[in-house]
Structures are given as structure tokens and as C-alpha cells.
């Protein structure tokens, strides 16, 4: 009999410190802490790319989102498995620019989320299999289509985490910690 084994992820702590390696499925049904990398992807006119989700994925068919991303590899950096779901989503090839994590309650798991920012110039080139429809929005539409449109759950508190991570250091609380986490210094979620 062969067994094969599912992705493979970095089961982590509430530190974001490696515990070990498991499945991915079983992170999700024990509700074991992993990575997620996830990128806003920006055009040259500053706008953002949102897309819906094909009818017949897994995870939150026919959904929008406004984020490109997925699980971080073993021994994988956020922003290495960022620009890696960018190029095998968009078919794109850049870097992207790390922004802050935070803990995220997530609607089918908890994880935490590693937020990114690229720009992209070229022209995307989205996997069907991953990305049935895309537009750019500008800032503001986004926001009222965040109201109107279904959207991936665990997107709609990323919006508000990205809004307090784009603030200037010295702005407003929920600005991110010297180690890019919204966490307040000492406190453990």
C-alpha cells in the first residue's frame, strides 16, 4: 500500500517559533498553529488586485479576495513562500515586501499570517485553477466592495490589519512592533 503524504507545513508556536512538521490538513483539523504568506498586489497606478476564487475550490468557492498567498514551506521565509504563491498564482516573478504577521483566528484554522506588498508591472497571468476572475481597485473601491461582495472571511480582518500596518511608525496604535507583529511588546496572544 503507498501512502502519500498531504503539503507539509511547520506546526508553530503562539511565538511563531517551529515546533515541528506535520500535514497541513492535520494543522487545520487540530487546529495546529502554522504559516500563511499572503501578498496585496498592487499595479503601477497603485491600484489592488482582487479576484474570485473558482466554483469548485476547496476552501471558500466562488469567494473574493483581495490577498495572493498560501502555506509557507518548511524552511521557508514569509517572503520567499509570498513571492513563490505570486509567481505560481499570477505567473509573475518578483520580490515581495514584507509588512508585519499577526496571530489570525482564521475561519477554517488559526495561522499566522504574514502580510507582503508588491508591485507588479508585468502582465499577470492568473491560474485558472486558482483565480476564475480578476480586476484592480482603487483603494476606496475596494472598500465598499469588501461590503457588497463575499468575501473570504480572514480577508476582511486582513484589511483592517493592513490599513494599521501601512501607518507611519509613529502613528496611531496597531502599528507594528520592532519584529513587524501588531503584538504588544511582552504580550502573547
Same mark, same amino acid.
Given at each position: ?8 507545513? %511547520?506546526?508553530?508556536? %503562539? ?6 512538521? !506535520?500535514?497541513r490538513?492535520? *494543522? ?5 498553529? =502554522?504559516?500563511? &504568506?499572503?501578498? !496585496? ?13 473558482? *466554483?469548485? /475550490?476547496s476552501?471558500?468557492?466562488? =469567494?473574493?479576495? $483581495?490577498?495572493?498567498?498560501? *502555506?509557507?514551506? +518548511?524552511?521557508? /521565509?514569509?517572503? &520567499? #513562500?509570498a513571492?513563490? @504563491? +505570486?509567481? @505560481? @498564482? ?14 489570525c483566528?482564521g ?9 507582503? @506588498?508588491?508591485?507588479?508591472g ?7 485553477? %486558482? +483565480?476564475?476572475w =480578476?480586476? $484592480?481597485?482603487?483603494?476606496? %473601491?475596494?472598500?465598499? &466592495?469588501?461590503?457588497?461582495w463575499?468575501? !473570504? ?6 484589511l483592517?490589519?493592513? #490599513?494599521?500596518?501601512?501607518?507611519p *511608525? ?8 520592532q ?7 511582552g504580550?502573547? =496572544?
Amino acid at each position: 500500500m503507498v501512502v502519500t503524504m498531504g503539503e507539509l507545513v %511547520e506546526r508553530v508556536d %503562539e511565538d511563531d517559533r517551529v515546533l515541528g512538521v !506535520v500535514e497541513r490538513g492535520d *494543522a487545520i483539523r487540530n487546529r495546529w498553529l =502554522h504559516r500563511i &504568506a499572503t501578498t !496585496v498586489c498592487r499595479d503601477t497606478e497603485g491600484r489592488i488586485l482582487v479576484h474570485r476564487r473558482p *466554483a469548485g /475550490s476547496s476552501r471558500f468557492p466562488g =469567494h473574493y479576495n $483581495w490577498l495572493v498567498g498560501g *502555506a509557507v514551506d +518548511i524552511g521557508e /521565509s514569509y517572503e &520567499a #513562500a509570498a513571492a513563490r @504563491e +505570486i509567481s @505560481e @498564482e499570477l505567473g509573475v516573478r518578483t520580490d515581495a515586501r514584507f509588512l508585519g504577521k499577526f496571530l489570525c483566528d482564521g475561519a477554517i484554522s488559526p495561522y499566522w499570517l504574514g502580510l507582503h @506588498e508588491a508591485v507588479l508591472g508585468d502582465t499577470i497571468t492568473p491560474d485558472p485553477s %486558482e +483565480i476564475a476572475w =480578476h480586476t $484592480w481597485l482603487a483603494d476606496e %473601491e475596494l472598500a465598499a &466592495a469588501v461590503q457588497r461582495w463575499d468575501f !473570504v472571511p480572514d480577508s476582511r480582518d486582513a484589511l483592517v490589519r493592513y #490599513a494599521a500596518l501601512r501607518r507611519p *511608525a509613529d502613528g496611531p496604535a496597531g502599528a507594528p512592533d520592532q519584529d513587524g507583529s501588531d503584538r504588544p511588546a511582552g504580550a502573547s =496572544h
